[in-house]
């Protein structure tokens, strides 16, 4: 069956250093999006990308990075870990051009920064 | 900015009733609404989707109504079990071109046996 994963499931990493989260799907999917999930905020959009070679900026975008280099994966960078970045991630991925298509989700990284 | 909010944040129900759960959201250009379960350390499982053009969705013992005019939508959930416990989210799909999800914060449902 087609899926969503993410690897790793937990990470523990102390700060400024660099951290990079997979999340592969099998849907061949041309959307795919990274959220964080905090208490009190809910799920926030970091980066998201339409294609192979596309990413945009969420509303949460900075101390992140992505590159999209294939249509399966999306990995996520934090190129110098903070405090503030403990948090969920989730990786997800939807179908077409259309805007009109369901979202999928992968069961989340639980990132802690030290 | 497209804003969404859930009421009520939390709800306790004894099993077997009938509960509906409200979620608003201030932008009605939309694509589409989305209704998902979590479960406690779990990931993100779609239970409904609606389209902009269409006014519900029915899925078992879930049925989802959408408002686009008013910018509202209900999850109605019949004959609850204490299986139905966990955070439900409401998501809407806008943004012109650059269409994305905004969530709001969820329910966090407790069904009693």
């Known amino acids: 069956d087609a899926e969503i994963t993410q690897s790793p499931r937990h990470k523990i990493t102390e700060t400024g250093r660099q951290v990079t989260l997979a999340c592969h799907q099998t849907?061949?999917?041309?959307?795919m999006f990274w959220y964080r999930q905090d208490l009190g905020h809910g799920l926030r959009l970091i980066h998201y990308?339409?294609?192979?070679?596309?990413?945009n900026k969420g509303e949460v975008s900075d101390g992140y990075s992505v590159s999209r280099s294939n249509t399966e994966d999306l990995p996520l960078t934090l190129e110098s870990a903070a405090s503030s970045q403990t948090s969920v991630y989730f990786c997800a991925s939807s179908g077409g051009l259309s805007a009109y298509n369901e979202q999928f989700f992968g069961p989340g990284t639980r990132l802690t920064v030290l | 900015k497209q804003e969404v909010t859930q009421i009520p944040a939390a709800l306790s129900v004894p099993e077997g009733e009938n509960l509906v759960l409200n979620c608003s959201f201030t932008d009605s250009a939309i694509y589409n609404l989305q209704w998902f379960r979590q479960d406690p350390g779990k990931g993100l499982t779609s239970l409904l989707l609606i389209q902009s053009s269409q006014r519900e969705q029915t899925s078992g013992r879930l049925n989802a109504s959408l408002d686009k005019s008013s910018g509202r939508s209900t999850l109605y959930i019949a004959a609850s079990q204490p299986g139905d416990s966990a955070t439900y989210l409401c998501?809407?799909?806008?943004?012109?071109?650059?269409?994305?999800?905004?969530f709001g914060k969820g329910t966090l449902l407790t069904v009693n046996p």
């Open positions: 990308s339409y294609g192979v070679h596309d990413t």
């Open positions: 849907w061949n999917h041309n959307n």
């Open positions: 998501a809407v799909k806008s943004g012109g071109s650059n269409y994305k999800l905004t």
